[in-house]
C-alpha cells in the first residue's frame, strides 16, 4: 500500500510551488516508509509514498507511459488482485510491460479501456490518472471503500490526499469545521457520513465511485453498486459458492514478494482466513504460515462475561495454532503504553476514533510489521453474513436509529444545552439513517422481516463497516502495515448481499451460511464459536488513566472541549466507578472507558489541529 496526493489548479502554476507538494507528500510518509515521488506540470502536481510489496525495484511512482503523443501519469495506492489475468489481456491487445508490478497494469488499463477499467478491476484501490492531452484528471476508488480517498474542491482547485492531512498540509486549506462537521464528531463519531470529510470544504470520494476533473469543473459518478435480485441457489449450492469465492479471494491477496502473515483471534472469521491461507502455503512450498494475536496485560484477570463479549480468545487462538501448525506470535500490551496510544491514533486518522480499541490495533501492527509487510484480516465479516449481535436482538431491530448507537439520547444528554440547541444532534442522526434507508435497493415480493434484514445488512455495509475500514487503514498504515480484507472481495459482497436471512442464519445460527460453507475446513468447536468481538482491555487501571486524564482536561479553562459538553456531567461521570455506560454507546466495545477515552480525543484534536469553530 502507498499514500497517495495531489493539486490541480487553473490559476496557478504549479511548477512554482514544488515546496508545497513535497510538505503534503512528506505528510503521509508512514504509509510509504520505502520510497517517495513527485510529479509537477503547471496545472497537476502529484505526490507519491511508496511500501514496496510487489516488484521492489520497479513500480516508482509517480508512473508515467507515453501513448501516441499523449502522456499519462499515475498515483495509486492499493493492490489489483486480478492482476496477472488483465496482463495478460493487455498483451493481446498489444501492450507491453517493463515490470512485474500491479501499478504500470492499472496503467495500462486506464490507457486502453479509459473510465471503463474500474469495471475490470479485483482490489482494493484509490489513484488518480492525469491525461495530459485532455488536462483532465479521472480518479477512483474501490467498490468498498478499503482503499481511502480524500479531497476538497473550491475556486478551479482540487486538493486530494489518502487522509486528511496531506490536504490540511497545503498552506491554503485551514482546519475548520461547522456545526454539521461537529454533529458528526459528537453524535455520529467515530463514524462517519459516507462522502464527509468532517473538515469544512472536504470531501470523501465514495466507495465505488469515481470523478473526473477539468476546466469545467468536478464531476462524480458511481460505478459500482450493491443490487437486489432473487437468489435462486439452494442451501447447499449457496455454501458451496461462498466456500468457493473465499477460497479464491484468500490465494489471491496471499500475492505478494515480501512476507505475510495473519491475524488469529480463534474466532470463525479469522481462523477460516488462516487455514485457507495455511493450506495455500502448504500446498505451494512456501513454507509455515506466521500468525499474530493481542491480548493485554492481566486480561484473563479482569475479563467479564457479557453478551457483547461472551468469552476470551486466548483458549481459541491455541486450538487454531495446534490445528494448522502455525509460527504464533502472542502478542500482549499494558495499559501505561495503551493510554499512550490514544493520542497517536488521533494523528493518524487526523480525527477523534475508537479510543483504545484504535489504540490497541495500532501497537499490534507496529509489533507485526518488525515481522511482516503484509497481514490478512478478517474484516467485514459480520456485517455482510450478519454476525453482530444488533442483526439479532429486538431493541436493535425496532430501534429506528443506527443499531450500533442506541445510547445516542444518552450520549447527546452530556453536551452542552447551547451546543445541542445549535447543532441538533439527534435530529441529524435520524436525518442521516433516514437517508441510509432510503438508498436501500428493496426487491420485490419480500416480507417486513426479510425487508427489515435487507435494511440492516445496508446499514452495516455501507454505514458500520467503513468506520472499521478506516480504522484497519490508519491503524495499519501509520506503521507501514498493509492489511488485506478478503471478505470485502466484491465478487463476495454481491453474492451473499442476495442470499435470503433464512439462509444466512441456515441451523439457525448468526452467520450459519458462513459456517455450513467452512465445514472440514476448522474445528468443530471452532466452527460453532459463538462470536466474540476484537478484544479489548478489561484492566480496571485503564478506567482509572482515562478518568484522570479527562479531569485534568475539565480543571484547564483553556480546553477547546469544554464549549460542547456538560462539564457538571462529564465530571459526574468521570468520578463514577466506570458503572455509568455500561451497554455500549457506539458498537460492541465503546463502553464507559471509552467514553471518556473519546472526549480526552476530541481535546487533542481541537488542540493539535488548532480547528476553527466555523
Not at 496482463?87 to 504500470?104: I, N, P, S
Not at 436493535?396 to 445510547?407: G, V
Request: overall charge negative.
Amino acid at each position: 500500500m502507498c499514500g497517495i496526493t495531489g493539486w490541480i489548479d487553473w490559476h496557478k502554476d504549479l511548477t512554482q510551488y514544488p515546496s508545497i507538494l513535497e510538505n503534503m507528500t512528506d505528510t503521509l510518509a508512514p504509509r510509504g516508509p520505502d520510497a517517495s515521488g513527485t510529479w509537477i506540470t503547471p496545472r497537476c502536481a502529484l505526490g507519491h509514498r511508496r511500501l514496496s510489496v510487489m516488484d521492489p525495484e520497479n513500480g516508482v511512482q509517480p508512473m508515467t507511459r507515453r501513448a501516441g503523443d499523449n502522456t499519462y501519469s499515475l498515483v495509486y495506492n492499493g493492490e489489483l488482485y486480478n492482476a496477472p489475468e488483465l496482463k495478460k489481456e493487455l498483451e493481446l491487445c498489444g501492450h507491453r510491460f517493463l515490470t512485474a508490478c500491479d501499478t504500470e497494469v492499472l496503467l495500462v488499463a486506464f490507457i486502453e479501456w479509459g473510465r471503463a477499467c474500474v469495471d475490470r478491476f479485483n482490489g482494493i484501490f484509490a489513484f488518480a490518472v492525469w491525461d495530459d492531452e485532455e488536462q483532465t484528471l479521472f480518479a477512483a476508488r474501490d467498490r468498498l471503500g478499503v482503499k481511502p480517498f480524500f479531497y476538497s474542491y473550491t475556486d478551479g482547485r482540487l486538493l486530494f490526499g489518502s487522509e486528511p492531512k496531506a490536504i490540511l498540509a497545503h498552506p491554503d486549506f485551514p482546519a475548520q469545521i461547522s456545526g454539521e462537521g461537529l454533529a458528526e464528531i459528537f453524535a455520529l463519531g467515530p463514524a462517519r457520513t459516507p462522502g464527509h470529510g468532517v473538515y469544512k470544504n472536504m470531501h470523501e470520494l465514495k466507495p465505488g465511485h469515481c470523478m473526473v476533473l477539468d476546466a469545467n469543473g468536478i464531476r462524480i459518478r458511481a460505478y459500482w453498486k450493491l443490487e437486489s435480485k432473487p437468489h435462486e441457489d439452494t442451501v447447499e449450492a449457496t455454501a458451496g459458492k461462498v466456500r468457493e469465492l473465499l477460497e479464491d479471494t484468500v490465494q489471491r491477496q496471499l500475492a505478494s514478494d515480501v512476507p505475510v502473515c495473519t491475524l488469529l483471534s480463534g474466532g470463525l472469521d479469522s481462523s477460516a482466513l488462516t487455514s485457507f491461507a495455511s493450506r495455500h502455503y502448504h500446498a505451494q512450498g512456501l513454507g509455515t504460515l506466521h500468525t499474530y494475536s493481542i491480548d493485554y496485560v492481566d486480561n484473563d484477570k479482569h475479563f467479564k462475561t457479557s453478551a457483547f463479549q461472551p468469552n476470551a480468545d486466548a483458549p481459541w487462538i491455541q486450538r487454531m495454532t495446534d490445528y494448522l501448525g502455525t509460527v504464533h506470535h502472542a502478542l500482549e500490551f499494558d495499559t501505561p503504553e495503551l493510554v499512550d496510544s490514544l493520542k497517536n491514533v488521533v494523528y493518524a486518522r487526523d480525527l477523534p476514533g475508537m479510543a483504545d480499541v484504535d489504540g490497541s490495533l495500532y501497537l499490534f501492527c507496529r509489533e507485526i510489521k518488525k515481522g511482516a509487510t503484509v497481514a490478512i484480516s478478517g474484516e467485514a465479516a459480520d456485517e455482510i453474513f450478519g454476525g453482530y449481535p444488533w442483526f439479532h436482538r429486538d431493541d436493535a431491530l425496532n430501534a429506528q436509529t443506527f443499531p450500533w448507537s442506541l445510547a445516542t439520547p444518552e450520549r447527546i444528554a452530556l453536551l452542552s444545552p447551547d451546543f445541542v440547541d445549535w447543532v441538533k444532534p439527534e435530529q441529524y442522526v435520524q436525518e442521516r439513517y433516514r437517508q441510509a434507508l432510503s438508498e436501500v435497493p428493496r426487491l420485490a415480493g419480500e416480507n417486513r422481516k426479510q425487508n427489515r434484514m435487507r435494511e440492516m445488512s445496508y446499514l452495516n455495509i455501507t454505514r458500520f463497516m467503513p468506520t472499521l475500514l478506516d480504522r484497519k487503514d490508519r491503524m495499519s498504515m501509520a506503521v507501514g502495515l498493509e492489511v488485506r480484507v478478503p471478505f470485502c472481495d466484491h465478487r463476495l459482497v454481491e453474492y451473499v448481499w442476495n442470499i435470503p436471512w433464512e439462509v444466512k442464519t441456515a441451523g439457525d445460527r448468526e452467520k450459519g451460511i458462513l459456517r455450513k460453507a467452512l465445514k472440514g475446513s476448522l474445528p468443530d468447536d471452532v466452527l460453532t464459536r459463538k462470536k466474540s468481538p476484537y478484544p479489548k482491555t478489561h484492566n480496571p487501571n485503564y478506567l482509572s488513566a482515562v478518568r484522570s486524564w479527562v479531569l485534568d482536561i475539565l480543571h484547564d479553562s483553556s480546553s477547546p472541549l469544554l464549549q460542547f459538553i456538560d462539564v457538571a456531567k462529564i465530571r459526574a461521570l468521570a468520578e463514577d466507578d466506570g458503572s455509568r455506560f455500561d451497554l455500549p454507546w457506539f458498537g460492541q466495545l465503546m463502553t464507559g472507558p471509552q467514553l471518556l477515552a473519546y472526549l480526552a480525543q476530541v481535546d487533542t484534536w481541537l488542540r493539535a489541529y488548532k480547528v476553527g469553530i466555523r
